[in-house]
């Protein structure tokens, strides 16, 4: 393997963010490569003990998201610890002047504020919505409508989701807007801040996908469970308690499930006694899927789930086996790697999903908080040990283990 640099091997990225948004981004820049200095307040910020847990009471989820950065401690309160935090966003440099952060109501980090020492500052501001109100991703997804039409069958009350999409696909945007932000100074010289409002990516994440514009039109979206909405998907279960999802979103998919169930005939039947097509009219497979659960649910429970997955496998079916957490974590699958996280022992971690050809992406270790304080400063912040020095014995700066 030719190895060449990381895509963004040089770029420094000081993030003062907290919970998914802005951490998940500049985890994602760290894995490409840039230099993600963190900045945290003395004793952390408010996610530092966010659940999942080690046994040791270290936060998992805190350590997950910080993998591969830089950990800086500074007294933000004080006006010294202040003015570091300026020196190291505003510094000079093709590859410096690049900020993330998430913080309300702090007027001293505004774009006007900070521009002043470095007018083509790159500033990605992410907030709750576009009038500076708070939001979480539980908020926003159900302002966005999506918990009423999750859930059972037939259920009325809503159902949250516990993925936090509209916070990894902020995150996501942050990346987006921070290259394409570079890639603009890069070519005019020209900074600037951009704002991304979590409630903002959900509204776009639904009308994007048509379900506003349906509804508009006096279509009632209702839960229909695991149903795959407008095409054929099913939850299944086997003769050994064991769910798998089958899904037939392609004429190929169709043709392979119906055959490796043996149910040709009755699908035949039901095809005949509606006039439809089910092979190349996915949307007829929608509105007659509790008639076709009906026909393919036999075949499932006569098996076990071993001999289910075989046979759909080898069939080429679209399908999957429902899994808890320990199994997928026991399975070590694709990008999961077992690492050595300080201070909680060996946790699951993940490379980075980008894959490319000519480097890898193992998981880096996060710090511990304060690890990188005297190295961020000396190096990045053109102080002198000396000057740490002053600033440690003042309580501005903490080191790791202080």
């Known amino acids: 393997m030719t190895t060449l640099p990381r895509p963004l091997d040089g770029l420094v990225v000081i993030e003062m963010a907290t919970y998914v948004a802005g951490p998940s981004a500049g985890m994602t820049l760290a894995q490409l490569g840039a230099e993600v200095v963190r900045i945290d307040p003395v004793g952390g910020a408010i996610d530092h003990s966010r659940w999942p847990l080690a046994e040791n009471g270290q936060s998992i989820y805190w350590h ?19 003015d570091v935090v300026r020196r190291l966003v505003t510094a000079p440099g093709p590859d410096r002047g690049v900020f993330v952060d998430n913080a309300v109501g702090q007027d001293w980090l505004s774009w006007e504020s900070l ?67 570079l890639r603009r100074r890069d070519r005019t010289g020209v900074g600037g801040r951009v704002d991304i409002a979590l409630a ?54 169709w043709t392979a499930l119906v055959g490796v169930t043996g149910t040709g005939g009755a699908i035949a039947e039901l095809e005949a006694a509606h ?12 509105r007659l899927r509790h008639e076709i659960d009906a026909a393919l649910a036999p075949w499932f429970l006569g ?33 999961l790697q077992v690492i050595d996280q300080p201070g909680i022992g060996e946790v699951i971690s993940a490379e980075s999903p980008i894959r490319w050809p000519d480097h890898a992406t193992t998981p880096v ?38």
């Open 64 to 82: 997950s998201l910080n993998r591969g950065k830089r950990s800086l401690v500074l007294d933000v309160k004080s006006e010294v610890g202040r």
């Open 115 to 181: 521009s002043a020492g470095r007018p083509d500052l790159i500033q990605i501001h992410v907030g709750g919505h576009r009038d500076g109100r708070a939001a979480v991703d539980y908020t926003v997804n159900a302002a966005a409508g999506v918990p009423l039409i999750t859930g059972p069958e037939g259920g009325m009350d809503p159902v949250n989701h516990v993925l936090p999409a509209w916070d990894l696909l902020a995150g996501m945007s942050v990346t987006t807007a921070l290259l394409a932000a």
């Open 275 to 286: 006039s439809v097509d089910l092979r190349i009219d996915d949307s007829a497979r929608y």
């Open 200 to 253: 903002d990516v959900a509204l776009a994440g639904v009308a994007n996908l048509g379900w506003l514009s349906e509804a508009a039109r006096g279509v009632d979206r209702v839960p229909i469970g695991n149903a795959l909405y407008g095409s054929y998907g099913k939850e299944f279960v086997t003769a050994d308690g064991r769910y798998v999802m089958v899904v037939a979103l392609t004429p190929h998919q």
């Open 303 to 335: 098996r076990d789930a071993g001999t289910v997955g075989r046979a759909l496998t080898e069939a080429r079916v679209l399908w999957s086996p429902y899994r808890t957490f320990a199994e997928v974590a026991a399975s070590l699958d694709g990008p």
């Open 365 to 402: 270790p996060a710090p511990a908080l304060g690890e990188n304080s005297r190295d961020v400063l000396v190096r990045l912040g053109d102080m002198s040990d000396r000057e740490v020095d002053e600033l440690v014995r003042d309580g501005v700066v903490r080191e790791a283990g202080a």
